[in-house]
């Protein structure tokens, strides 16, 4: 089958620097996105993986090893409005979609 | 622009009543999609369509059908709702399926059926 794993819940300082990951077992692979999805609200598109190595887009960077079948989002200086659920997803060979649950990022003071 | 504009946002069913969830776009997209999203799950593919006049059932269809007539609409339908159908509905579209082509999601209908 298919899956994504990525931790349920992560609690991060405000200014500091948060790695979230994400694992992936999928049929076939064609690019990673990342979205990010505030409480009671619709997902916006964050990131776009399909080679190896980093992408950085301001505070925000994501990276693929496809060999390893991982990304992490990285999140630098973080602000109390990054607090969201951060949601990986993969492209199969179908370029179907499959969605993990999200990570839920607390951002404390 | 609206982008993806879904309607009603919230609605409360009773088990075996229907309702049909609107979906409407103004940019243009080929590729439209409804999705439910429960708690500790990832979303969930109900339906998608690659254009006008065409469907294709995605990963959970059962007890879903869905309809896209014009180009910038995309209908999900509930016929006789269950009480495992409570979730909220995104619809999504987007340009294609490949590259980076990202979905555009509306702000979702949070559906209950009692």
């Known amino acids: 089958g298919q899956n994504i794993d990525q931790p349920t819940e992560m609690t991060a300082t405000e200014g500091a620097i948060v790695q979230i990951n994400c694992t992936y077992q999928?049929?076939?692979?064609?690019?990673l996105f990342w979205y990010q999805q505030h409480a009671g609200e619709a997902p916006t598109f964050l990131s776009y993986n399909v080679l190896d190595g980093l992408e950085e887009k301001g505070r925000f960077s994501s990276f693929l090893s496809r060999s390893k079948g991982y990304s992490y989002l990285l999140l630098k200086e973080l602000q109390m409005k990054d607090s969201a659920s951060y949601l990986c997803a993969v492209r199969d060979s179908n370029y179907q979609l499959i969605w993990g649950a999200g990570t839920k990022l607390i951002i404390k003071p | 622009n609206a982008g993806v504009t879904q309607t009603p946002k919230f609605r409360v069913l009773k088990t075996g009543q229907s309702m049909t969830l609107l979906c409407a776009q103004d940019?243009?997209?080929?590729?439209m999609y409804w999705y439910r999203q429960d708690p500790g799950m990832g979303l969930r593919l109900i339906h998608y369509s690659v254009g006008e006049g065409t469907t294709a059932k995605g990963e959970v269809p059962d007890g879903y059908n869905v309809s896209r007539l014009k180009k910038q609409n995309f209908l999900l339908g509930l016929e006789s709702a269950a009480p495992s159908q409570t979730s909220v509905y995104f619809c999504?579209?987007?340009?294609?399926?490949?590259?980076?082509?990202?979905?555009?999601f509306g702000a979702g209908s949070r559906l209950t059926v009692l």
């Open positions: 999504a579209s987007s340009l294609d399926s490949s590259g980076a082509n990202v979905l555009t």
């Open positions: 940019m243009n997209h080929e590729y």
């Open positions: 999928t049929s076939g692979f064609n690019g």
